[in-house]
């Protein structure tokens, strides 16, 4: 190649002789340095010095170029042409990889469909379940009702840990006035306003268990404490076992055990009132509470006893005069444990409860009289309470015995209140319609008729209720209507006023309760 181009440069060099020869003829002036002329001798000379040098990179690295090869400015151009096979085979292994790939998509939909219940039950998770506990009783019987939606179940927070609920119980009344009773009591009113909690945390496996519960009222306008109280509770459950049960204590203020009227939840009832021989109950107070439950063969059995200031529990928080009251109440379920509510939503099979009461005061407040504040009283009685196929039954018998007081001779009390219902075998899911019917007759001091003073004091007489009505439950105890009638009879003193007419009218409610349990 070389030697090709040195041949090429000189005959350019030859023709650029001739112009050079050309135009010194034509007078052209030649070109000397240091007295010798330069022509195109020297431009031969300078060709072959560079076709040498590049002639020697080739030579001294071995890779000597194709005969037919261009000049060295062209040997760059295989490089790019060359690169293509050799990425080829890079570009055409991702589809070769690509259908093994392939296989994960039919795995990838059944992914979500495992999510979608576990966040349904999140959400559920945060109000309460059937077979919760319940938020206004002891009870662990089923609450709430499976179709009951869950705006109106009570609100779990940390898992079972802390249950908030509430119970608003408002409605209406119509009192007919008499000459002797003008008090004008008709009007709106709210039975219950309640805010509850229960809380129930194990400390030790399943076995030892931290509680609390607090119930506040707020339907007369201001915040009253009505429970407020915890303690431990060791209990052993296993279904395994063929005895089964618990015991434990609590502290703070709450019911006392004493009386199937006062330990009645006022959210599970079949009227918008209580049974009124509660009164003759001790009711709550500030104290301790011990109890143990036995299930042996489905037999039940619990035994609760008590001891309590006296005092009306926050009315007054001490106990100024040392005295102290003390109760003991004990049950029994034969054919296992019920739920402590009237009527018998559920249609159970045949279940009944039977209750005995006892309690004394060492000395008694101003509950019930100015007169007893002082004294001693020893109260006791009875119940019995039954349900089956949506018909109920329950009937309580309280007496109390006061002692002589401050030159006062004693006297007794007595108290019976009996109650039904049954829910109309009507062939629909809901609502549930209920007849029921109670008689209750009560009387705080047998001694006195109330009409020893100038005014007839009604509250020394005997008084009886007789009262009908029709209940309507949308989901059970969480949405439902009274409607009930009540006649007022006076049993002592004048049963009459002076034409004939009766003491105190008649009344009709009408209640809704609306309740997260």
């Given at each position: 190649m070389a030697t090709a181009w040195a041949h090429r440069q000189a005959g350019d060099a030859h023709d650029h002789s001739a112009v050079e020869a050309a135009g010194s003829e034509g007078g052209l002036p030649g070109r000397s340095l240091g007295g010798r002329q330069l022509g195109g001798h020297w431009l031969v000379a300078l060709g072959g010095a560079l076709a040498l040098w590049l002639a020697l990179p080739a030579t001294a690295l071995g890779q000597p170029a194709p005969p037919d090869e261009p000049p060295p400015d062209v040997v760059d151009e295989p490089p790019p042409e060359e690169a293509p096979p050799e990425e080829a085979p890079l570009e055409e292994a991702p589809p070769e990889a690509v259908p093994p790939a392939e296989a994960p998509p039919p795995v990838a939909p059944a992914e979500p469909k495992p999510t979608a219940p576990a966040a349904a039950e999140d959400t559920a998770a945060i109000t309460t379940q059937p077979g919760d506990v319940s938020v206004v009783d002891d009870s662990d019987v089923e609450q709430p009702a499976g179709h009951t939606p869950s705006f109106l179940r009570a609100l779990r927070l940390g898992g079972d840990s802390l249950v908030l609920g509430a119970y608003l119980q408002p409605g209406f009344v119509y009192q007919a006035d008499t000459e002797f009773w003008e008090d004008d009591t008709d009007g709106f009113d709210f039975a219950n306003a309640r805010l509850t909690g229960a809380g129930q945390m194990p400390i030790y496996e399943e076995l030892l268990h931290l509680r609390l519960r607090f119930n506040f009222d707020v339907n007369q306008g201001n915040f009253a404490v009505r429970d407020v109280y915890g303690g431990l509770a060791l209990r052993w459950d296993d279904d395994a076992q063929t005895v089964k049960g618990g015991f434990g204590f609590d502290v703070g203020q709450l019911k006392q055990p004493f009386g199937l009227a006062l330990l009645q939840s006022e959210a599970k009832m079949q009227f918008p009132y209580s049974s009124p021989i509660r009164i003759l109950a001790f009711g709550r107070d500030l104290g301790a509470k011990v109890y143990g439950d036995l299930d042996v063969s489905n037999v039940w059995m619990r035994l609760s006893a008590m001891v309590s200031n006296g005092e009306g529990g926050f009315r007054q928080r001490r106990n100024f005069d040392d005295e102290y009251v003390f109760t003991s109440r004990f049950e029994i379920a034969p054919l296992g444990k019920m739920e402590m509510s009237e009527p018998d939503l559920k249609e159970s099979p045949l279940r009944l409860t039977a209750g005995f009461n006892i309690g004394y005061a060492t000395a008694l407040g101003k509950g019930l009289s100015l007169a007893d504040v002082g004294a001693s009283e020893l109260r006791y009685g009875g119940d019995l309470r039954v349900h089956f196929a949506g018909a109920s039954l329950r009937g309580e018998v309280l007496r109390g015995?006061?002692?002589?007081?401050?030159?006062?001779?004693?006297?007794?009390?007595?108290?019976?209140?009996?109650?039904?219902?049954?829910?109309?075998?009507?062939?629909?899911?809901?609502?549930?319609?209920?007849?029921?019917?109670?008689?209750?007759?009560?009387?705080?001091?047998?001694d006195l008729d109330g009409t020893e003073g100038d005014d007839y004091v009604v509250d020394n007489t005997a008084i009886r209720y007789l009262e009908p009505g029709l209940n309507i439950y949308l989901f059970e105890h969480a949405a439902k209507l009274h409607l009930a009638y009540r006649l007022t009879d006076l049993l002592e003193g004048p049963k009459t006023d002076v034409n004939g007419d009766v003491l105190i009218g008649d009344a009709f409610y009408t209640f809704f309760q609306f309740a997260w349990l």
């Open positions: 015995e006061r002692d002589e007081n401050e030159g006062e001779p004693g006297f007794g009390r007595l108290g019976v209140s009996v109650q039904g219902g049954y829910v109309l075998p009507i062939p629909i899911a809901m609502p549930q319609f209920e007849l029921v019917f109670r008689y209750a007759q009560w009387d705080v001091n047998d």
